[in-house]
């Protein structure tokens, strides 16, 4: 990777914006710290639009470019039983942080005291050598040419956590490449792509260009508001498998034209193949290392120049 300075002078890192921004940053990177009505699945490597829980659009291209609003902790879901596509299950339990079950769990609901010592916590509890409690992390997204709306993008742990593959960043290696050039993801339109070499959906981020005035001024109008707050809230309601979807409706009202999407004739569609048996929360994925939780770190210095001249001119492919 490139050690050019990317960032600096980015305009949304000056002032007291910078704090809010790098928040949720900081939290992609690993630390501390009622879904939408529209989000994003990325259901058999393929971005679909969803709204209102139907499919209203798939993108025929392998990479979306989005501008990142807000971020979630990394959160932890487990549920019990085998995959039933006719059934909608909620999970046994869940935590908002990694760390303990969510206070709205019921206690005899509740696998153990300390997420660190749950059996579901425990490889070869589930699937294969995977965990039966699988880690995912919620985000706030605008699309690139969409600025009006908010999707909910949810996350597996293939695509959050992971070594860097020379440019290919899962989400935390990302995040942690935008905090060491002191560059909160809000400030940069991210395309995401997905690993051609992962069977089951797995993604990797880069960064395209700076926020233009008009993509600023769109995610100034989001940060705080209730859509937003929605799309990274882990609910029970919410907490359901985030990658099935109902058919397509015949006659789909067209959204996200702007971002490269087009809607496809149902009929055409690939027949889906039979699935294995698997948890009922997600997809299968790779087995991924029990997360650090990050230290918290002095705030970081604002840059000076109020431009950023000459972002990614040196990020390779």
Known sequence: MSNVDLFK?????????????MESTNKLVGGGGGGTSRRISIKGN????MVGGEQVS?????????????AAEIARTYYEGAYDPEKTSRPVCWSHDTRAPAPEVPEDQRQAARC????????????GNSRACRFSQRLAVMLEGELDKVYQLQLPAASIFG??????????????????H???IQGVVTAMYFDDNSESPKLFFKPTRMVNDEETTALLSHID?????????????????????????DKAKVVGKAAGFTIEDPDEEEA???KKAAPVHDDAEDEIEEPKVAAKKAKAEAPVKEKLNDLLSEWGD
């Open 9 to 21: 002078s980015n305009p949304l890192v000056a002032g007291g914006l910078f704090d809010r921004f």
């Open 46 to 49: 393929r971005f679909r639009l």
């Open 58 to 70: 798939v993108s025929k291209d392998d990479t979306m470019n989005i501008i990142v609003v807000d």
């Open 116 to 127: 660190a010592d749950c059996p579901m916590n425990v490889k070869g509890s589930g699937q």
């Open 163 to 180: 070594q860097a593959d020379g440019n290919k960043l899962p989400l935390q290696a990302y995040a942690k490449y935008l905090a060491e």
């Open 182 to 184: 002191k560059t909160p």
């Open 225 to 249: 508001g209730e859509e937003v707050k929605r799309a990274i809230t882990l609910t029970v309601s919410q907490a359901d498998r985030s990658e099935e979807t109902k058919p397509a409706p």
């Open 272 to 274: 889906p193949k039979p």
